[in-house]
């Protein structure tokens, strides 16, 4: 089956420690984003990705990075540098080619800051 | 600075029903508009969307109205069924310098009474 997974489910971590959130898809899509959603919030891009080895800042990318090293794969760093970490984190994917933009999401990975 | 926003955070509709969920969006650029549903702990999933140069879209009991002089769109729903009780995310697309981007709204909770 064709589709979008994000490891782990849910990620709990100690203040000060990076954590890296999984996005792998087998979509064949060229483009990935990562969002955050926070309570009563819509989604936030934190950084997007058009093609392999390059990657776009999104509107909120202080305190994480990412790679593109892999078309299939899109891993997020959440730094220690990022203020307030706790939150859902969205992973998304979508073809270049056709459609009206529609993107393609992941499950999700819920990381607590304790 | 929200370029979509979605000003009702819930609504509720009873089943059979029709549910209209509005948005408004401050950009004139923007290409395609799209709607997601999103289940608690669960990534959205795309529903429906527009094109900037039509005004209208129909996907079975969805349909999507744009009215590009007010920059509002909506989501019609008829008959609502409780199985459509999740939130409703209104997004916009458009290509920027950074390549294509999409915004979301802060997302409207549909409850559909039995």
């Known amino acids: 089956d064709g589709g979008i997974t994000q490891s782990p489910k849910y990620l709990f971590r100690k203040e000060g420690q990076n954590v890296t959130l999984s996005c792998e898809q087998n979509l064949n899509h060229d483009a990935m984003y990562w969002y955050r959603q926070d309570p009563g919030q819509g989604l936030r891009l934190i950084y997007y990705?058009?093609?392999?080895?390059?990657?776009q800042k999104g509107d909120i990318a202080e305190g994480y990075s990412v790679s593109r090293e892999k078309k299939e794969s899109f891993p997020l760093t959440v730094t220690s540098a990022q203020k307030n970490p706790t939150a859902f984190y969205l992973c998304a994917s979508r073809g270049l080619a056709g459609g009206e933009g529609e993107q393609f999401f992941g499950p999700g990975t819920r990381l607590t800051v304790l | 600075d929200q370029q979509v926003k979605q000003n009702s955070p819930s609504l509720s509709v009873q089943e059979g029903r029709i549910s209209i969920l509005n948005c408004d969006y401050t950009?004139?650029?923007?290409?395609?508009f799209l709607w997601y549903k999103k289940y608690p702990a669960e990534g959205p999933t795309f529903l429906i969307s527009?094109?900037?140069i039509k005004d209208k879209n129909e996907d079975g009991r969805f349909t999507v109205f744009l009215n590009k002089s007010a920059k509002h769109l909506s989501l019609h729903i008829v008959p609502s069924q409780p199985g459509d009780s999740a939130v409703y995310f209104c997004a916009a697309s458009d290509w920027g310098t950074g390549g294509f981007k999409t915004i979301f709204g802060a997302g409207t909770r549909l409850f559909v009474k039995a």
């Open positions: 527009i094109s900037s």
């Open positions: 950009n004139s650029m923007f290409d395609y």
């Open positions: 990705s058009q093609i392999v080895n390059d990657f």
